[in-house]
């Protein structure tokens, strides 16, 4: 072999060996960083940054890397407002991949979108992840994507759809097994029915968790004394003590940046205890990350202004209350996003009825084909049976005229020889007559099949003739042969022989044949065309033969 060719072979399995071990080792670091992601998502994302994406040839893997990224990046508060990162995933598991990549790559999309306060748009591609829920056991990840929802339900006060989908949360992350999130979906339930004014229902999820205090964080402590105190001040829950609850409530929870102040205030406005009612408001200015502060902190500042006769500023506290209300009111009345979930189910729905209708149609079209295809098929086995009854039933009459034609010469045979010869074929044709009118009746086919045998027997009924009279009449036979004549001719010459006619022998083997070997026959005699005919030159050749021996 060729040296170079031998060094080009080497170069080329050391390449796809370095590809190969490349590929390997890519896997293997990406899927050491989705197995540590969710519980290290700082040093996930510490990997990934330090992998060389452009390094990346396979489109899955690829795909994969940029799911990863997304999912380090939100891990670690990097709230992205470009799709650049996530593109390639949602693109890629579009048609490829498994449900749960599915599932994450539309879900992160749509954390991309809300990250840009595109709520609309987040929405859309939390209901396209959505479909992939029933699909999955991924049951943390589902239970995030009903608390996106949630929260953007949350924040456009559709209270109703809010709680139906934090509903949903806290089941997937308690079969996730997830106490953590768990116990803030709870919460988050309570919280609802406490806007709609369903304390009952509220305190009743609040119960619920108490034997998970222990696992409460500061946060979730906080939201549970908030809940409470808004049960109490609801006036419907009497087993509640405010007091009580205040007490708690500052003793559990030690960051005065993560107390809800406006609760407490307004427990102390309602028991008229004002002086504290304003200490709880001033500790909510001071501990606020920014001075656009809640509508509801104006109304609870001019009621306290109020009852210290500073009526102008109580006026103005008043108006900024109204006024920051009718802003969230108008924006409430203007999103449409309500009604999004809706319209994105229904638009979902409708692509799959238009699925199910294609390959329904498919299916109508291939059974119409599979049963047309057999129809046509029956069709040519009843057109084959009638044709092969057909050619049964010439075949069959073939055997009966020639039965007729051999009992009629059978007197003018001229030795036993020859008699017994014919007798032979006669006997076997009969045999056929008899037993195949039952096989014909139950497999045409088979007859069919049986009486080919049969007919081709008459070139062993000529044979033997010839061979008959080689015996009996061995100078006939010479004398053919001295003329010429081929096997094939002296076997027709002794068809005459035994008595057969030119019509006889002509129905025998066939029209078409028989004039040609006849026009032989004639020509090897030397007899003219309108001579004496055949068969009683070779009767006279048979008879001179015997004479001859005598």
Known sequence: MDRRFTGIILIFIIILTACNHTDTQLKGQLDLIESIIEKDGEQAYKMLKGMNRDSISSKSEYARYSLLMAMAMDKNYIDITSDSIIAPAVEYYRKHGSNDYKMKALYYRGVVERNAGNNESALEYFVKAEQYVPKTEDYLFAGR??????????????????????????????????????????????????????????????????????????????????????????????????????????????????????????????????PLAALALEKYEQNSTN???????????????????????????????????????????????????????????????????IIFTLIFALTILFFATVYLSILEQI???????????????????EITILRDVKSNLLDNDSLNCLNKRMELLNKFIVSDITLSKRNTAKAMNELSKYILDKETFIDSTVATFSISHPQ?????????????????????AIGLRGKDISFYIGNKYYYKVSHSIRQKFGMEKNSTTINIFIMDLLKNSTRSVE
């Open 145 to 274: 994507l009903y608390n996106a929802k949630y929260n953007i339900y949350k924040y456009l006060f559709a209270h109703t759809k809010a709680l139906e989908n934090i509903q949903k949360s806290s089941t997937y992350f308690k079969q996730a097994g997830d106490t953590s999130r768990y116990i803030s979906a709870v919460l988050g339930i309570a919280n609802t029915y406490i806007v709609l004014e369903k304390f009952t229902e509220a305190l009743t999820y609040l119960n619920d968790i108490d034997d998970l205090y222990d696992k409460f964080s500061n946060k979730n402590k906080s939201t549970y004394y908030t809940n409470l105190l808004h049960c109490a001040n609801s006036g419907k829950i009497t087993s509640l003590d405010s007091n009580k609850i205040i007490e708690d409530y500052l003793r559990e929870v030690k960051n005065e940046r993560i107390i809800y102040w406006l609760a407490i205030s307004n427990t102390y406005i309602m028991s008229h205890n004002i």
């Open 291 to 357: 001075t656009d502060y809640e509508p509801i902190y104006y109304y609870f500042l001019s009621t306290i202004l109020q009852s210290k006769g500073e009526h102008e500023k109580a006026l103005q506290a008043y108006i900024a209350y109204t006024e920051k209300l009718n802003q969230r009111s108008l924006f409430s009345a203007r999103s449409d996003l309500k009604f999004m979930e809706e319209r994105y189910s229904n638009e979902l729905a409708s692509q799959k009825a238009k699925s199910k209708q």
């Open 383 to 401: 057109k084959k049976l009638q044709k092969d009854k057909e050619t049964y039933a010439r075949l069959y009459q073939d055997i009966l005229d």
């Open 476 to 496: 006939f036979i010479k004398t053919l042969v001295g003329y010429g004549l081929s096997q094939q001719e002296i076997g027709y010459c002794c068809l005459y």
